[in-house]
């Protein structure tokens, strides 16, 4: 009888001892968030980044203030924001393991050809080509020929543009436009196109273009979907995009990972829909209901 008490007491006291280990914070993590610039913006997102994760040490070094990459400690988790820092941080393959922020498909082309470093995971900044399509289906439903618009650089974009637009019953138009002073391809995708579907590329969607891309496409009464939010409020029909709260919960949900478990590429699954009332009406659209979109997509998204 005593033998059994002896043993049930032992059992309670490894029982207490397994609560309180779990019970137990985490050790706390070193966050390192880094970039060329330091300014209002990276600081307020550090702080947002520090008051969901209290119980880790997440801080802000501007990148000059940093000696090379191979002498941080291995335990840091660094977190870059800009492609200047990502430039710093390929000076070496040593250093600790790296979560790149908002870096788009060409910029990563640019810097990193060929396979990514082991050590980098890339959070990309532009939309997936798949959620724009599916974009499209959803505020375009009777749309079936899509234009594209290329660059030698984002060239490399067109086989999983194709791919996605082949699963969604839709027929890819591309054109290659080499010259932005040129007109001709513009006009040719939207001639034999029903809606331009725009690409992240700096040489081909900027200041310099935008009024020639949408006085075009408003003169033959069809909507460009992109490239990003920027475009959206400029004059383009909608497109998906991640804001601050987005990329936070992103990345807050990778840093509760162990580090072998990060992807070495991801989208934020967090994303939101951004719409251009006044375009619509121009181009007889019904309204779009940006927050109903959003949802639908993000449950097709989870689908197997």
Not at 219 to 228: E, F, H, Y
């Amino acid at each position: 009888m005593a033998s059994s008490r002896k043993g049930v007491g032992r059992l309670g006291w490894g029982l207490l001892l397994l609560g309180l280990l779990l019970c137990a914070p985490l050790r706390a993590a070193d966050i390192l968030l880094t970039a060329n610039e330091d300014n209002e913006g990276v600081r307020n997102f550090t702080r947002d980044l520090a008051d969901l994760r209290p119980r880790d040490q997440v801080r802000f070094v501007p990148l000059g203030q940093l000696h090379a990459p191979g002498q941080l400690p291995a335990t840091t988790r660094l977190v870059l924001l800009d492609p200047q820092s990502l430039d710093w941080r390929l000076q070496e393959p040593q250093g600790p393991a790296t979560l790149v922020l908002r870096i788009s498909r060409l910029q990563a082309a640019q810097r990193l050809p060929g396979t990514p470093q082991p050590r980098l995971s890339l959070l990309w900044s532009d939309p997936p080509m798949a959620r724009q399509l599916r974009l499209i289906r959803s505020v375009l439903p009777q749309v079936r020929r899509v234009g594209v618009l290329y660059s030698q650089d984002s060239r490399f974009l067109l086989d999983e543009v194709r791919e996605a637009a082949r699963s969604l019953g839709l027929e890819i138009v591309a054109e290659p436009w080499d010259s932005t002073g040129d007109s001709r391809p513009l006009h040719e995708v939207l001639r034999d196109s029903e809606v331009l579907l725009g690409l992240d590329d700096p040489s081909l969607y900027n200041p310099r273009t935008v009024k020639n891309l949408l006085l075009s496409s408003y003169a033959r009464q069809q909507a460009l979907i992109g490239p990003n939010a920027g475009f959206v409020r400029a004059g383009s029909l909608a497109s998906t995009y991640s804001d601050q709260q987005d990329w936070l919960q992103t990345l807050d949900h990778l840093l509760d990972q162990p580090v072998a478990r990060w992807p070495r590429t991801l989208y934020p699954t967090a994303f939101k829909v951004l719409s251009n009332p006044q375009v619509a009406r121009s181009l007889g659209i019904e309204e779009i209901d940006p927050e109903a979109v959003a949802r639908q997509l993000s449950e097709r998204e989870k689908r197997p």
